[in-house]
């Protein structure tokens, strides 16, 4: 296939003004900028010791003691320094520039003298280095210094942190394609390639694209790298939980290019899958190109809960079988739905298809929102479409899924990833290639670009929920023509067009409306259709959602929380034929997103305080209140449910 | 309260005739002996290693090696010899009499000089007695070799295991009756208090009850010996999971007298509650009295699945919160069933009150019938109300389901504690004291036994099922009177008496009928009730199965299985009005119950081969069909389900 090189416009040029969106994108600089610094430090009171900092002083020599934390809390720091480019590619969070630095010059320090930086292997056991890929996440860690790196690069012009992250890759290229014991080794979790992939559009050094090409190729092939590493381990395991490991948890029970389905550790899934994705369009691999489709059919037609979430296991948070979707036990990840957007977002720069973004925005518009309270400084791991807080235990099989967000993790990925993903939220809305420029998703926003020569603006306004429509104004300094590609989102129907006042028909294109742009000044494109609350229902072979409907109101799942409707919410039916009314926004939510209240029942089983009995059924009639998944859990806690029952007739 | 002398009858005067139970009965002495002799000898083709009797050799000093299997391995030799014994006591397997002896004389050569028993610690690590409680299981182990002790010299006259049991209770009484760094200690898992109070009652030696009243009364107290314990051993675990070990677990939260709720680990729990009713009923002791039937009534008013399952939490195989009864994920564990049997019976002897009974014989009738396989080669662990193959998959959260029984695991506690209840089935069946004979299950049976110096007979011959009808043929040598107390079960509705074919209105005291027996010869009650297919509904408060209704016919929980009504069963509805009509046996079912065939529904949700969609269900008609839980995954495997959809109003 022709490949195409569609790619984002420069975060600093895009300005998210949505109500809901720019709460959230305006507290990664106000509160997790500042909270995550703290944190990093040790500083944050009340708060689980993260070692981060600490540990690379020691890794510098400049403290005494041992590595303390996850092997892998290195990266904690990088995708802080990420994230913080990102604010400070927007001119947010200046204030954290000078700590950056700082800690940019405290990793430069922590960096042996052959490119090597590890803060766990450094410290603890510098003879185990590259012995423990299954465990170790040398490899992964090595991976967000990179992105770190070009994130800061590109937002700062600052070469410093790249240099580091070069002189690593350099290191990491040298080892792991000269062939000898190393020439299978691929990391245990990936990351590092589609760092790579960064790291070679960012410095044009083809080498680094070639080891992440490298790194996918060797996974999954016979000398089974990752099965036999394990076992070399014995009982100096870093991970109890990896007795039950398989190939199949890191991707590595096929080649890449022959998997078909999306399997084990979601978030690993994932950013393999992106990376595929990113190597398939440099290299115009075709077969990889089949791969990364498949994988993506599977991933969002079989495996993919409504709410975009991933990983139906909470033990290993893993993908189980096709259908599998249970709603109160699973895993969720918020970063496995950050790795969603990722991989839907290379797709569609792969392929140049709208619909990819559909699971993008329901990734973002749902699981990933709702990973992040409207304060910003507390987190969801595990993103249950059921909770009942009495079962989720410590001690019990209902463990991981904690019924309220918290405050930071010994683990502490999601945090990071939330807010790296909130901090570059305008790559999601806008791309562009020579001659287009690409609207994906309907967060009202303003951008200025330049598109062969022209300096062109757009200033997205989106209705989308309360009237179904949507305003571009499109300014341009020439007359230099160029494309506009907007993005017919799957839940908007009859969409009609206005181009400066006149009715137009547009050319549609791989799920985007084709408007040509040709004269200077300001134009206005108007499209308009009808997005009403609606009931959704699951394939039969889901069996967690059998007889049971969920309400959506465009790309937003809506769920049903105590703090409306009471407790025992799985006695509460509606009928996929009732209407979801939108109503006034629900006190203490950010953004200005409409509830919907619809008319429902509640069952009384009539058996009442037996534990069983004969049973006597009844329904009454009950007003139900929704509100968006994404911001459950911002009032008085409790039960929450996505499914309800249909009544059916 | 007035504390009852109720007791089981000698085993070797009670015959099973009941065509289901004696399936199952005979299947121990003719395949589970045998085979379970082969695992325990490592001798059996194609089934995980037990170690268990190489143990013994090699703690005897009569074979090389390390000990081999879980730390509780010698357990499974000791259940093997109190199943023979009751096979024995019965006339039954008398060719394995020769290698019980034979085992007996290798444990006592296998027992240290001052009477410690247990191969992993006498061989493994000698140092290490006595010093982990929490997961060493010592006592745990002792308390079965105690009950194997106990069974045999009944069965037998055999006093050589009883008195290496003797030996060994009475190393443990000293040890942990003098004070000292013992003072407080308890098992880590409870079984010896049961078996002590047994040891007690055989031996008419006090100090035994003594000394299970001693481990019950430190158990929780201030002195938290056993998160000490666990605290103590470091890094130097056993078992992994114990990572999360709270007290709860073990039961060790709170004196025993204290506890209100079922807590922890299934199994323990069960155990536990067995030894404070005999506690409680040998000392008098009200305070345990009350503790007990608080703890009965959160077990089974609470906690507790229709099928006379307990134990929520797959992980830890624990109780979780009351009303919290998931039906796919759960432990459910057969041991735990046969010990909601022990604590039940416990109960009914220390209150006299049949109503224990009911959850007894649901245990008994569903989850533990359905531990074994029909050919009883094979059997589950788990006991799922709802299965879907396709997700019970290793390195999953799912994991611990398996869809089809297994042959043999290296954990063997379940196919051990099924073959002895089974054995020793007529203690469920009958009790007496001083002056009356109690029929406590309708399993049709024989019983001869003494009471008031009489020599009478029972033939019960059960119709229940099929019409409602109990026959009871009495005979006595003498004119010595005697009351018959026959339990009414629950589900047997509107009970009319014939005594020697005349209507007859007995006393209901506790739950049975009373009939004064006072001459010799041959007399006839009838008992003719109406016993229909019956649907049930749960608690509003249990989440798993609201809205749903399950099918029961007497104590027979019924489910559906994919063998009768196709896959796809969460699809399934039925009215809780519609009748269940009984229908010929299934083919290749063990016993003659009927199949019970209910007209109805199947759902499609309109929404085809998307993954999501908007809904447009439709109910068809379809007759679905229905078959005992105790006998489900005896045919063609697939999914399987209790609950069915309600259609509601």
Request: hydrophobic fraction near 40%.
């Amino acid at each position: 296939m022709k490949q195409k090189n569609i790619h984002s416009p420069a975060f600093k040029r895009i300005t998210v003004t949505d109500p809901l969106f720019s709460h959230y994108t305006s507290i990664v600089a106000e509160k997790l900028i500042p909270y995550q610094w703290n944190v990093l430090n040790d500083c944050e009171p009340d708060t689980e010791k993260s070692f981060c900092v600490a540990n690379f002083r020691i890794a510098a020599g400049e403290m005494e003691g041992s590595h303390r934390g996850m092997v892998f809390s290195d990266t904690d720091l990088y995708k802080w320094i990420e994230t913080l480019a990102y604010c400070l590619e927007r001119g947010e969070a200046l204030e954290y520039k000078a700590h950056a630095e700082e800690m940019i010059e405290l990793i430069s320090r922590a960096q042996e003298s052959d490119g090597y930086v590890n803060t766990y292997f450094s410290v603890n056991c510098p003879d185990r280095k590259w012995t423990n890929f299954t465990e170790g996440h040398e490899l992964y860690s090595a991976g967000h210094l990179i992105e770190a790196a070009v994130a800061y690069f590109h937002a700062t012009g600052n070469r410093h942190l790249l240099e580091v992250a070069c002189r690593f890759a350099d290191l990491i290229y040298i080892k792991f394609t000269s062939g000898g014991e190393f020439e299978n080794a691929c990391p245990g979790h990936q990351e590092i390639e589609l760092a790579l992939m960064k790291l070679s559009d960012c410095t044009g050094e083809k080498k680094y694209a070639d080891l992440a090409r490298h790194f996918l190729a060797v996974r999954g092939n016979s000398s089974r790298f990752l099965e036999k590493n394990l076992r070399d381990q014995g009982r100096n395991r870093i991970f109890p939980e990896f007795a039950d490991y398989d190939a199949r948890y890191a991707q590595s029970h096929l080649p890449p290019a022959e998997q078909t389905t999306a399997e084990g550790h979601a978030v690993r899934a994932m950013y393999m899958f992106s990376a595929m994705a990113d190597v398939a369009r440099t290299y115009g691999d075709d077969a990889l190109v089949e791969s990364c489709v498949r994988l993506w059919n599977n991933l969002t037609q079989k495996r993919m809960y409504i709410t975009g979430g991933i990983g139906s296991s909470g033990y290993l948070e893993r993908f189980t079988v096709d259908y599998d979707l249970p709603n109160d036990r699973m895993y969720c990840e918020s970063c496995a739905s950050v790795g969603l957007m990722m991989f839907g977002q290379r797709m569609a720069a792969l392929t140049g298809d709208a619909t990819y973004y559909d699971a993008v925005e329901l990734a973002l518009c749902n699981t990933v929102l709702a990973g992040i309270a409207a304060e910003g400084d507390k987190y969801f791991y595990v993103n249950p479409l059921e909770v009942w807080p009495d079962n989720c235990l410590t001690g019990t099989s209902m463990a991981h899924v904690k019924p309220v967000r918290q405050p930071w993790f010994a683990c502490a990925c999601c945090p990071a990833n939330i807010a790296r993903t909130l901090a570059s939220l305008g790559q999601y809305i806008y791309a562009q290639d020579e001659k287009s420029v690409y609207i994906n998703q309907y967060i009202s926003s303003e951008l200025c670009s330049d598109v062969r020569g022209a300096e062109i603006s757009i200033k997205l306004h989106s209705d989308l929920l309360t009237d179904g429509k949507i305003q571009i104004l499109i300014g341009s300094d020439k007359s230099q023509p160029f494309t506009l590609r907007i993005r017919i989102p799957s839940y908007l129907k009859n969409p009609a067009f206005l181009f400066n006042g006149k009715a137009i028909t547009p050319v549609i294109e791989n799920g985007y409306a084709v408007i040509a742009i040709s004269r200077e000044g300001e134009q206005v494109l108007e499209m308009q259709g009808s997005v009403a609350p609606n009931w959704m229902a699951a394939n039969a072979k889901v069996r967690a959602d059998a007889g049971k409907i969920a309400l959506m109101y465009g790309p937003y799942v809506y769920c049903f929380e105590e703090a409306d409707n009471g407790s025992g919410l799985p006695l509460l039916y509606a009928s996929g034929s009732s209407c979801a009314v939108p109503d006034a926004p629900a006190e203490g939510l950010p953004g200005s997103m409409p509830t919907l209240v619809v008319q429902g029942k509640r069952l009384d089983s009539g058996v009442g305080d037996a534990l069983y009995g004969s049973p006597s059924f009844r329904l009454s009639d009950v007003e139900l209140k929704a509100v968006p998944y994404a911001l459950w859990c911002n009032r008085t806690p409790g039960e929450m449910i996505v499914w309800l029952n249909a009544v059916v007739p």
